[in-house]
């Protein structure tokens, strides 16, 4: 139900606290008791919608996850770029144990590259892997 009523407040030196939300979405609500400072609730524009991710590539993602070494890997990229080698040292493996596991994460869309001289730096791709729970969600509630 909504209320709309005409009303008047100021913020006089206490100020607005402006609070962004999808769950009020169209409105916006403005909230103020005498003594307390005024709130203001507004919608956050909602990303256009995109094409929903294919089960394939979901699965493919979900394969690439299953491998400690490569979760491993991604723990260890997430606090930034890293080349092969560095990880290798650090677990003890040889740099081609480790070196085949970002292959099978670059093909499945969860890693970035990017050279620099004649290493290759291996990043986190954060857009992907936000959206892996939410696209496993759709693709099996299709």
């Keep these: 139900m909504d209320e709309l ?3 008047a ?3 006089h ?3 607005v606290t402006f609070i962004p939300s ?3 979405r169209p409105h916006l609500v403005v909230i103020h008791a005498p003594g307390w400072r005024p709130v203001v609730q507004y919608p956050v524009a909602e990303p256009s919608p995109s094409e929903p991710v294919p089960l394939e590539t979901v699965a493919l993602r979900l394969e690439a996850l299953a491998h400690p070494v490569r ?3 991604l723990r260890t990229l997430a606090r930034g770029p890293h080349t092969t080698g560095e990880p290798a040292h650090a677990w003890e ?3 081609p144990e480790v070196s085949r596991h970002p292959a099978v994460l670059r093909r499945a869309g969860l890693l970035e590259t990017q050279r620099h001289g004649r290493y290759v730096h291996y990043t986190l791709n954060l857009a992907e892997m936000t959206t892996l729970g939410t696209d496993l969600l759709e693709a099996v509630l299709r």
Aim: aromatic content about 6%.
């Design 5 to 7: 009523q005409d009303n």
């Design 9 to 11: 407040t100021s913020a």
């Design 13 to 15: 030196g206490t100020g």
């Design 22 to 24: 999808h769950f009020g």
């Design 71 to 73: 979760l491993r890997l």
């Design 93 to 95: 493996l040889t740099p």
